[in-house]
């Protein structure tokens, strides 16, 4: 065995019947084997048990306790036997808790909660697993149960006993999860295409509607990346002695006549394809892969007899994907949807057939191509390592929508990062516009966009199927989504190489109570703020409201740039064309200013945009064919400057590639380039061009720029939001000459403080708090 199987040999202590490994200062592994049979293989969960070399200190026969472990951040005792909550307990070197510092073994720990199986059928909260991240400073994951993984083959283990590891990371979160990626690998590096919208329907399409669909999109500037098609791409309705048609590999002709011309148009067309699956029946003797499955596995073809689904044999599993998946590959189909819906693991020697199918989906998919990527259900602990996850079919109401930023955030407790929601919600509910964009509009702030809906004739998630304004501002925020591919693929990087999630919890950044409380709200990336809208409107103010907590320093409006001072909860509103998206002050975000172009080529064009008021440096990652450039934007704000050094070395980025560089919220300035770049550069009102080619690596210098007054734009918004609003004219116009009038921001909340109407006088306060 090798230390990443083991960890480093004199990490390990043992004894009568024990083994303790000492992993990290904060992780420690703890078995107990009574016949001294331990478990050295790979696990599903455990890819890696070689940490480091962490400073412990052993005591045995110390106090009466058989064995204690000391690190800066535990305490183990262990009084010897089989391991109970009354033979180990380890306290934790923190001050969490008042009484909650010490885990006796096998006991549960509250967390701050991870994930769940599935959505489906959910209208609202459901309960959720515990996760890694806890209040009071530790947790546990068991891992006695668990398959081992040896030659990358999935086996039941041999090794009976306890097998637990135990995390003292306090409230350390990102040193949690990216330990707990050491420990159980980290999540691959998506595809860039994976990072576009993706159009799912189940819908029993006609090839030549799903042509016409995708160039209905095209002609109104709707970018998609990927195109899904459900159930009905293959036969369905079978003759009565094969069963259900739930399961099918042979194309449906009369729906789909010729579909290598389809998957080659989507191509043409920048369109990855991905098919759904419900393997469960296995291959029948109807589908046209069942001669050449029959013969691998010598089946009785005259009798019918079918190929059972069973991933645990090597054989079925050979010709599962050599006969039967990898010749639909070949006509086109670039990824798997996998929708197994028919249970988990029924005896301890049986293996959930889910974590079969994504683990060696993902294999095949890998090896094949290169990047793997799947779409299936979530299996538990390690599903990490096969993106991408599909939450299931949520019912279409506000409460399904309430509950999705929560569960989006919590899953990166547990380091299940990409997951991929039924944005608009999947079935049932009712015909609900303004509900269909703020969902839509939660989806381009999520790991991945992916519109699905059910087979109601009515419910496809088409923005030309809603109201001429609803549909303008859906296509605005779908392009916005290919927009933010440079950000969202730097992340995803990020993710894979230094375990940095996209979304996360604000109490990861802030460990503040306002961040556990608006468990709503996360950050999206290092440099966005997310406050999703999940209730209806105000009707008679035409805005919708959210609570959002801004910590300490300055946060600027995504769309507008209007500045907010941070230390505070505030009520916000906005208007169905707008979203609370906020930048930290110093922020950078990198935009592809053309959404409409194929999302698998690096941008030639970067529209950067850059906010005032604190220094930074946000470095973006850009890959092609294990090939990675990386290009830091460094924002001394202190000495307004501003440069960019590009490091390529596999010259992936595009030749004379175009910064944009566009400063928001700040003062008319001037500019001094560096010398050796001046040809290179143009400038225009607060607006710079830069082009990438021989010159040097950017760098400016910027005199009188300060950060914008911004009164005027706040009158203007207050106008317009007074001019939406269904109240009465006479309220409107005291309100406005009140505004007006004041000298002082106390004087007109003295006047809001006199409205007898709570909502229009909190309504008008996020106005003031901007002056």
Known sequence: MTNQQLGQPHNIITGEHYRFTV?????????????????????????????????????????QHELEIVTDYFHLYYEGGPLTADSLYIDTKYGYSSYNNRWNFGQPVATLKGTVRTLDNADGAVPLEEGLMSRNGYSVIDDSHSFIIEDDLLRPRTAAGADWYYLAYGHDFFGCLRDYYRLTGFPPLLPRYALGNWWSRYHAYTQAEYQQLFQDFERDGIPFSIAVLDIDWHLTRVPHRFGSGWTGY????????????????????????TLNLH???????????????????QLDTTAEEPAL??????????????????????????????????GTNFTEQQIDPLWLLNHYHF?????????GLILSRYAGLGSHRYPVGFSGDTIVTWNSLAFQPHFTASATNIGYTWWSHDIGGHMHGVRDDELALRWLQFGVFSPIMRLHSSGNSFGGKEPQNYNQEIAAIMRKFLRLRHELIPYLDSANYETHTFGIPLVRPMYYDHDEPAAYELRNQAMFGSELL???????????????KVTVWFPEGQWFDFFTGLRYEGNVTLNVYRDNHRYPVFVRAGGIVPLNPHPLDDVMPLPKTLAVKIYPGANH????????????????FNWDWQ???FTIKVEDPGDIVPEKRIFQLNFIGVTPFETQVDPAIQKCVTANDNRLIFVQNSCADFGANFSKMELAPQRDQIVERLFDKLRRAQINFDIKELIWRKFLAADTKIQFISFLNTLTDQDLATFLYEIVYLL
């Open 363 to 371: 294999k095949d998919s890998r090896e094949r191509h290169g990047e």
């Open 23 to 63: 992993l990290t200062s904060r992780m420690v592994r703890l078995e107990y084997s009574a016949n001294d049979h331990f478990e050295d293989h790979l696990t599903q969960i455990v890819q890696n048990r070689d940490l480091g070399d962490p400073e412990f200190d052993v005591f045995h026969q110390r106090n």
């Open 530 to 544: 997310v406050a999703p809208i999940v209730k209806p409107k105000i009707d008679r103010l035409d805005q919708s």
């Open 309 to 342: 689904f069973n991933l645990h044999d090597d054989t079925f599993r050979e010709s599962y994907f050599t006969d039967v998946h990898h010749p639909l590959e070949k006509m086109g189909v670039d990824f798997w949807w996998i929708d197994w819906q028919q």
């Open 639 to 641: 000495h307004r400057r």
């Open 617 to 632: 440096e946000y470095k973006m990652y850009e890959h092609q064919d294990d090939l990675t450039a990386i290009t830091t």
């Open 250 to 273: 042979t194309w449906n002709r009369k729906l789909f006549p010729q579909p290598e011309s389809l998957l080659k148009w989507l191509h043409e067309h920048g369109k990855k394809v």
């Open 279 to 297: 393997p469960a029946d296995g291959i029948r003797a109807f589908e046209d892969s069942y001669p050449a499955v029959a013969k691998r596995l």
